[in-house]
């Protein structure tokens, strides 16, 4: 080590006085038997003694706010409803020496092994089962061993991807307390939780000279093009969607390796082969890396009950073995039962001896462990022996026989009988505890930690160095359940010097090519995003009327004027309803004015107001966030969670509710332009831009209908022009273009006629037929598709339009039929477009049976 | 005896099907007792690919994609089936029911996969506390096997009420518990139920029964139907068909198409659609007996 901190051995003893104070019990990962740092600690300990508390509390402060900005922490979009889940990253990452490191990595892959020879047997010959060496019942009985899946997975190469969550005992031996053998069980967290710590504490990590994750990252990327068997393979992520708790490692890991995420209704089957459904039509798909549980990713052929997969991927699989990684069917080897009997695995199968032991378990199903756990109850808590795998730290509690009432144990009792094969009953092992960053300094903690397992290019297992601990309450836990969603990093020390840094961020040009051709864009994906740009733009008009209004009572001169003013700018959003929600009544005073802004922002059903476009935009854009850059993300994410700006706009007076729209349109507005800036023109990028247009043309016709028809006097039509060109934001460039006072016919000429004006309805309209013309027409016939035919005639009708003639007009007659011929036909444009590349035809799926039901 | 089964499912969506998948176990399985002389599956609208195969319990399946927009589905299935009458059980020699952890476990010889994982809960067959009580007055210690599925059958068929309109094919068992009441599958899930809530291997059959009209009157077409019974093993006779909705052992008129875990694993159509709406279907179900002994 070559480090100034590495070299340095004398740590100032305020750094551990804290840590030294509070002895929790357990092995102590920090100090050894003598009280001193053990060696491997002594770089961290060195870096984090260079810097002050304050220094070292401002690094944490930036580590929450890291984790918050690229959103592991709050589910910013998740239903309001549920509680969000939390989500910390400490300062200080757990250390694992070069030396002990070596034997755990020998000891995971041994399991990986281990596991996939199950697998391979259990459905395949399973001679295990045949032999007694595995109970046929504990295999038959857990819902993971999916029958149809037999023959499958033995072709298919089986498991791809294997995580342990560890603990180390009192006696210092590391045991496996849960295996996760379904998918990549929040490796995406451990790599998010990596790459936040090193924006704040890279110098620390690189003083330390801990491993780095990209060499991993990259030869899974290897591998998963070997398995795919194609040099330019389509790889897919398939997850179950925004609302699944683990769907942010899905998202970041598919945006690290470069990958598509796609839900099961994206694809399509056909007897042999996966289909992405894309805006070009059904586009093969060379691999899926599934994180959606093996029983639901097919509902044709696996569990009935629900609909997250494809249906007929099963099929796929039996004509493609390797179309799908993991394999269907493998989280059968995460069952906890299994862990009694894999040292006599080991030896059978592998003709080893098991390096690394589970935690002290018992199956249920055993009748000699029913009586064990009969005889001395207070011993063991109780738990299923397979639970689902979602976001880490999730892992349900024991079930603690001590604390039961005697008529509960004996109802207890009935059901490990009736259910005991389905059951575990374990006991406790203890936790470890390393330093976390607390409020005085470093304190002792319990944890727990996941490491993660691939297969490489070789056919072998290598081991991610690196991991995701987390803080465990070990008086409660046995598994990885900490709700508290407290995490820490995990560094493997490298022995020696490590290869130059390579991030898959910024590839190389010996790791890249150079891809020009369009991302495929998922159907679903393009309705999304065409909703993205409506929301954003209606978001935007909103607060910028609602400004309007407010600005208009604020203007003391003309406090009349001013009131009208302000109440037509409120007729522009509520439209008809204005009359009514005022109850008939003019709007005499600014308090009704005030009230009736409170409606537009929160009340009510109507499904315009702020509220719900706001919602509308948040929806939309999480389930498009892969596609979103992150500071267009950030931007987002940090208007959200000011949810104090919803509530001072709720409840402030007029002026402070100027400002607080200010932040508003401000933040919609960066919004807006890192979404410009940043996305790349493709078709992903013609439909927001299109939502965007249909929702301004539509808002400015609506706009200049209710402003001048019916055509109001003359005092009032010039406070109705300025304030159009004030919500147009055309002001200025009138100025510059006319030096007058607004008048109706140039400013007509300037919002509805000009093509070079980005304000105008015509500029609108013409932005969205270049967009329709270079689509792809997914029916190409020698009809014109409707949606091209409805943008020709909107583009027509505004083109011939007269303005001079329709200022002229005393009744506006001309203006009138014009707006209302654009008004009519944009939301028909609208539906046209998506119902012929969004898939609207399509409803979701759902299942019709025939029941057995005979008339005897 | 042979017979002649023509089953006829006819779907009516209220709207186009745009693209629909179905998995169906609707081919007669050969076994020992049953030869199928012949077999067609006519399914309209032509289907754009039909793959079959053969599922782990051995039964004939196939998959079929439907990609042609259409409003009505057609699937008819006929067969021709030589019945034996199986040979004759005496119940009460049987193994007893808790001796049978010895039997399949602890003798020296190889396990046998294919009895063992009929011992195991399955989605449909998960017992309550309340069915295993119910199952355990018909096996009192050292029972032969077979004599107490016999007597637990017989339970359940005076102890239900057949009613074709107190459940569906999404009411769990112990719902059918409660109320008492099913149709043949529910009566098929309860039984098996109950005999694993003993870990006695059961497994479920789909099939066809021969009905008689009534003495006197002329056998209705169409008033057959698909049905569902058990079959339970023993280790003198291997395994046995018990048909709990009829109080009966079955003999040589019942058909069996399939044989599984529970209604899940071989129901007879299960399709995925998109569009369609509301879907009505109809079903028709003839079983003519054509020749009362074995044609030779």
């Given amino acids: 080590m070559t480090t100034a901190a590495a070299t340095k051995t004398e740590i100032s003893p305020n750094l551990l006085s804290a840590y030294r104070r509070r002895d929790i019990g357990g092995y102590d990962e920090l100090l050894g038997p003598g009280g001193a740092p053990r060696p491997h600690w002594q770089p961290l300990l060195a870096s984090l003694d260079d810097l002050t508390a304050d220094e070292r509390q401002l690094r944490t402060t930036r580590l929450a706010r890291r984790v918050r900005e690229t959103g592991i922490a709050y589910d910013i979009f998740a239903d309001p409803n549920t509680s969000a889940q939390r989500w910390t990253l400490d300062l200080l990452p757990i250390i694992i020496s070069a030396d002990e490191w070596s034997g755990l990595e020998r000891a995971l892959i041994q399991r990986a092994r281990l596991f996939d020879a199950l697998l391979q047997d259990v459905y395949g010959h399973q001679d295990l089962l045949t032999a007694g060496i595995l109970p046929a019942e504990l295999i038959f009985s857990d819902p993971a061993y999916l029958a149809p899946c037999n023959g499958i997975v033995p072709r298919s190469g089986g498991l791809m991807f294997y995580a342990a969550d560890l603990a180390r005992g009192e006696d210092g031996r590391w045991r496996v307390i849960d295996n996760h053998t379904e998918t990549l069980a929040g490796i995406g967290f451990a790599l998010a939780n990596r790459v936040v710590h090193t924006h704040v504490a890279g110098d620390i ?391 009736l802004c409170a409606t537009l922002i929160a009340g009510g059903s109507g499904s315009r107001t702020l509220e719900r476009t706001l919602d509308g935009l948040y929806r939309v854009a999480h389930l498009v966030r892969d596609r979103l850059s992150l500071e267009a993300w950030q931007t987002l994410s940090k208007f959200r969670s000011g949810e104090t700006w919803r509530e001072a706009l709720n409840s402030s007076q007029p002026v402070e509710m100027l400002d607080i729209l200010d932040e508003g349109i401000a933040a919609i507005a960066s919004f807006n332009g890192f979404m410009h800036e940043n996305m790349t023109r493709n078709f992903g990028w013609s439909f927001l831009d299109m939502g965007r247009r249909i929702e301004r043309a539509q808002n400015l016709g609506e706009a200049i209908l209710t402003l001048f028809i019916p055509l109001p006097d003359a005092e009032e039509l010039s406070s109705n022009l300025l304030l159009l060109l004030e919500l147009a934001d055309s002001f200025i460039t009138y100025r510059s273009r006319y030096r007058l006072d607004p008048m109706l016919p140039l400013v007509l000429d300037l919002l509805l006629l000009d093509e070079t004006n980005p304000r105008s309805l015509s500029y609108q309209l013409s932005a969205i037929a270049r967009h329709l013309e270079s689509l792809p027409d997914s029916s190409p016939g020698s009809e014109l598709p409707e949606d091209r035919r409805l943008i020709i005639a909107l583009l027509t009708s505004i083109r011939l339009a007269d303005v001079e003639a329709m200022a002229k007009e005393d009744d506006g007659a001309m203006l009138e039929r014009l707006l209302m011929d654009q008004l009519d036909m944009l939301p028909e444009l609208s539906n046209e477009i998506s119902r012929h590349y969004f898939n609207v035809m399509e409803e979701a799926p759902h299942r019709a049976q025939t029941r057995v039901d005979p008339t005897i | 005896m042979i017979f002649e089964i023509a089953h006829k499912t006819h779907y009516r969506y209220h709207s186009t099907v745009v693209q629909s998948l179905h998995l169906m176990h609707m081919t007669p399985r050969a076994l020992s007792g049953q030869v199928v002389r012949h077999h067609n599956l006519l399914i309209e609208p032509s289907p754009a690919s039909r793959q079959a195969g053969v599922d782990v319990f051995g039964n004939p399946n196939l998959i079929v994609d439907i990609e042609a927009p259409h409003r009505e589905l057609l699937i008819l299935s006929r067969s021709t089936i030589e019945k034996h009458l199986p040979p004759s059980v005496k119940l009460s020699a049987t193994t007893p029911w808790d001796a049978l952890d010895f039997r399949l476990l602890r003798a020296a010889n190889e396990r046998d996969v294919h009895v063992l994982m009929f011992r195991c809960a399955s989605r449909l067959t998960t017992p309550t506390l309340e069915i295993a009580d119910y199952s355990v007055r018909s096996f009192a210690p050292s029972r032969p096997v077979l004599e107490g599925a016999m007597d637990l059958i017989m339970r359940i068929y005076n102890d239900f009420e057949f009613d074709p309109h107190a459940t569906d094919v999404s009411t769990p068992v112990s719902q059918v518990f409660a109320m008492r009441r099913g149709v043949c599958q529910d009566f098929a899930h309860l039984a098996l139920a109950c005999l694993r809530a003993r870990r006695i291997p059961a497994r479920y059959v789909s099939g066809y029964l021969h009905t008689h009209p009534p003495v006197g009157r002329p056998k209705l077409q169409g008033a057959d139907a698909s049905h569902a019974w058990i079959s339970v093993w023993a280790p003198e006779s291997g395994w046995v068909d018990l048909d709990p909705t009829n109080g009966i052992l079955a003999r040589d008129e019942h058909i069996t198409v399939a044989y599984g875990r529970d209604y899940d694993d071989v129901s007879p159509i299960s399709g995925v659609l998109r569009g369609g709406g509301e879907h009505s279907v109809s079903v028709a179900v003839d079983v003519n007996m054509v020749a009362d002994a074995t044609a030779n």
């Fill in chain 1, 205 to 595: 990590f690189n003083g330390c000279n801990a491993r780095r994750l990209a060499p991993y990252f990259q030869e899974l990327q290897t591998t998963l093009t070997h398995h795919s068997g194609r040099e330019n393979a389509r790889v897919a992520l398939l997850t179950p969607g925004p609302h699944h708790e683990d769907y942010f490692s899905h998202a970041f890991l598919a945006r690290y390796l470069g990958y598509l995420i796609v839900e099961g209704h994206d694809l399509k089957t056909r007897s042999a082969q996966v289909y992405l459904k894309t805006l070009e039509g059904l586009k093969e798909i060379d691999l899926i890396v599934r994180c959606i549980s093996g029983k639901s990713s097919d509902p044709l052929e696996l569990d009935p009950t629900g609909f997250i997969g494809p249906s007929g991927l099963l099929r796929v699989c039996r004509a493609s073995p390797h179309a799908v990684v993991n394999a269907i069917g493998t989280a059968l080897a995460q069952n906890r039962g299994l862990g009694p009997y894999l040292p006599t695995l080991a030896h059978h199968i592998l003709g080893e001896e098991l390096e690394l032991k589970d935690a002290p378990r018992r199956w249920l199903g055993d009748p000699d462990a029913r009586q064990e756990l009969f005889d001395h109850p207070d011993r063991f808590s109780i738990r299923k022996a397979q639970e689902g795998t979602g976001r880490p730290g999730q892992a349900a509690l024991g079930w603690e026989a001590r604390a039961l009432a005697t008529p509960e144990r004996e109802k207890m009792k009935r059901e490990i009988a009736l259910h005991g094969a389905t059951l575990v009953a374990e006991e406790k092992i203890g936790f470890s505890c390393a330093p976390i960053h607390g409020s005085d300094g470093l304190m002792p903690k319990p944890f727990a930690m996941r490491l993660f397992v691939s297969k490489d290019a070789s056919g072998s297992y290598q081991v991610m160095p690196g991991g995701l601990a987390m803080s465990v309450d070990p008086d409660r836990a046995v598994a990885l359940s900490a709700p508290e969603g407290q995490t820490r990093d995990v560094w493997v020390l490298a022995e020696g010097e490590q290869a130059p840094h390579i991030s898959l961020w910024r590839p190389t040009l010996a790791t890249a090519r150079i891809e020009r051709s369009q991302r495929v864009i998922q159907s679903r994906v393009a309705d999304d995003l065409f909703w993205l740009g409506r929301y954003s733009e209606r978001a935007d008009w909103t607060m910028r009327v609602l400004r309007g209004a407010l600005r208009r009572i604020e203007e003391d001169s003309a406090p009349d004027s001013g009131c009208r003013a302000a109440r037509k700018c409120l007729e522009i959003l509520f439209g008809k309803d204005l009359d009514l929600l005022a109850r008939g009544r003019e709007a005499k005073d600014d308090a009704e004015i005030e009230r």
